[in-house]
């Protein structure tokens, strides 16, 4: 019913950028939170960035003042920008929508993750 899709990945030198975006479609009703998570070989995935409707976004640590999120709510989307990137940020990077959506006349709420997009900081 909700199909949520990254895209922006790839390959940085340390000290670079990239943009990551979200997309979520469907039978979409509202969408109140959307996040942007990582998880590197080895480790759990963790959160990086999270903005909810009517919130304050906020960070990790490890983030916080290098990379900002920002949302489209008309669009259902979300991006990530990250700046400063150095090699502990290489990940697969996954977003979350937390979805309220129809289906069969009624409306349901769940949390729908992308497929998940590379990043690799190295030179």
């Known amino acids: 019913q909700v199909q949520v899709v990254e895209s922006g990945g790839g390959l940085v030198q340390p000290g670079g950028s990239l943009r990551l975006s979200c997309a979520a479609s469907?039978?979409?009703?509202?969408?109140?939170?959307m996040g942007w998570y990582r998880q590197a070989p080895g480790k759990q995935r963790e959160l990086v960035a999270r903005?909810?409707?009517?919130?304050?976004?906020n960070y990790s640590d490890s983030v916080a003042g290098r990379f900002t999120i920002s949302r489209d709510n008309a669009k259902n989307t979300a991006n990530l920008q990250m700046n400063s990137l150095q090699p502990e940020d290489s990940a697969v990077y996954y977003c979350k929508a937390d979805v309220f959506y129809y289906t069969n006349g009624k409306i349901r709420n769940s949390a729908f993750w992308g497929q998940g997009t590379q990043v690799t900081v190295s030179s």
């Open positions: 469907g039978s979409i009703r509202d969408i109140h939170t």
């Open positions: 903005s909810s409707t009517g919130g304050t976004p």
